[in-house]
């Protein structure tokens, strides 16, 4: 059955030869990723998408990756995600709306101090614009700590959308952990905007469902199981989880530690479960061993993008139709390009 897939999907491609170039997160399953023409983090692809000069751009990824690789394109490029369904949990933690209401609440608590809201690259363009209107910027995981530098050359104080735990992680790498709070505006029991700008790194309260539930237990087992092996996890994880691991990075640098690892090493790996299962497959000569034992560590967004999807949107693009367009508003897509923009430049 496969087999046969991937020869539709071969076909498909061979006709549509230039128009269309194929990007896949590596977080996608083993049947999307071999048929991608560049396979990387959010950032590396949102880097191809801004060379790619094909008509087409199917995105293996989820949505948010889709609007970026819109935003980033030109105007006469389509992008295309194989399954309207692969939305991102984290980025829907943070919506535009309930953004902008929290902001006038901190802004008008932090009265003389300029603050500089940063988000996630893991958000919907509405936010990224807001950010952008506001002299913010997009991060990814790769580049966090520099976008918060930048911030902090701008203004006084950083927002930071929604991950709380990429948050916190950036805030130790610079040394400011003692000046970062928390913050969920609509928890009753929770501090409210007047005690959270005393500090200077506000969290918003979003997180990954898939990294956030890396333990502790989980380092600690694998010690035990492997006790040769090195722990790597991704900054998503929770502070405590990164603090038991011998290395915290984004997940390019999760790739290249594995690139770089001596043969017979071991290396536990804490991230998406398929990331895990492509670098035991791309370097057999390493020990690649997943830090979550039988845990299914799977994220069901990038899941969406079944294999089933690709062929169809590839053949229907070869009868002239397509399907599946991710398009950003106008409105949106000038401000949401500038904190891309911004990101890409530091
Ligand atoms: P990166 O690709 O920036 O490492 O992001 C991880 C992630 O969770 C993507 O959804
Ligand atoms: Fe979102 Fe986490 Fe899945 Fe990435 S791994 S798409 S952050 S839920």
């Known amino acids: 059955e496969e087999a046969e897939r991937t020869a539709r999907i071969e076909a498909a491609l061979e006709e549509l030869g230039d128009d269309v170039v194929i990007l896949g997160h590596n977080y996608q399953r083993r049947e999307i990723v071999e048929h991608a023409d560049f396979v990387g983090d959010s950032y590396q692809l949102s880097k191809e998408a801004a ?3 094909a008509e087409y751009v199917i995105f293996g990824g989820v949505t948010f990756m889709a609007e970026s690789a819109d935003i980033i394109t030109d105007d006469d490029q389509t992008v295309i995600l194989p399954s309207m369904e692969a939305s991102c949990p984290m980025a829907g933690m943070a919506e535009a709306l309930q953004v902008d209401a929290a902001w006038a609440e901190i802004t008008d608590a932090a009265s003389d101090d300029d603050i500089v809201p940063i988000t996630y690259m893991n958000s919907y363009a509405d936010l990224k614009a807001f950010c ?3 002299g913010g910027l997009v991060c990814t995981s790769s580049n966090a700590h520099k976008a918060f530098e930048y911030a902090f050359e701008k203004g006084d104080k950083v927002l930071f959308l929604p991950d709380k735990h990429l948050g916190e992680n950036t805030a130790h790498r610079l040394g400011m952990a003692d ?3 928390e913050w969920d505006p609509w928890d009753p029991d929770g501090k409210d905007a007047e005690e959270v700008v005393d500090n200077d790194i506000v969290l918003w309260n979003g997180y990954c469902q898939v990294h ?4 502790t237990d989980h380092v600690k087992e694998v010690r035990e199981t492997h006790p040769d092996a090195k722990v790597i996890v991704h900054p998503e994880c929770r502070r405590e989880v990164v603090e038991a691991a ?8 999760i790739c290249e530690t594995v690139e770089n690892a001596d043969p017979g090493d071991t290396w536990a790996i804490g991230t998406e479960i398929h990331l895990t299962n492509h670098l035991q497959r791309w370097h057999p000569e390493v020990n690649v061993v997943p830090l979550c034992g039988d845990a299914c560590m799977d994220c069901n967004a990038m899941r ?3 294999p089933n999807y690709l062929t169809w949107v590839l053949e229907e693009l070869c ?3 397509e399907r599946n367009v991710i398009e950003v508003a106008p409105e949106e897509k000038e401000m949401a390009g500038l904190a891309l923009e911004r990101m890409l430049e530091i």
């Open 51 to 53: 060379n790619a000069d």
């Open 132 to 134: 952008a209107s506001h």
């Open 179 to 181: 000046e970062t709070v």
């Open 212 to 215: 956030e539930r890396f333990r």
């Open 246 to 253: 011998d290395k915290a990075g984004s997940t390019a640098t």
């Open 304 to 306: 969406q993008i079944d």
């Open 319 to 321: 009868a002239g139709r």
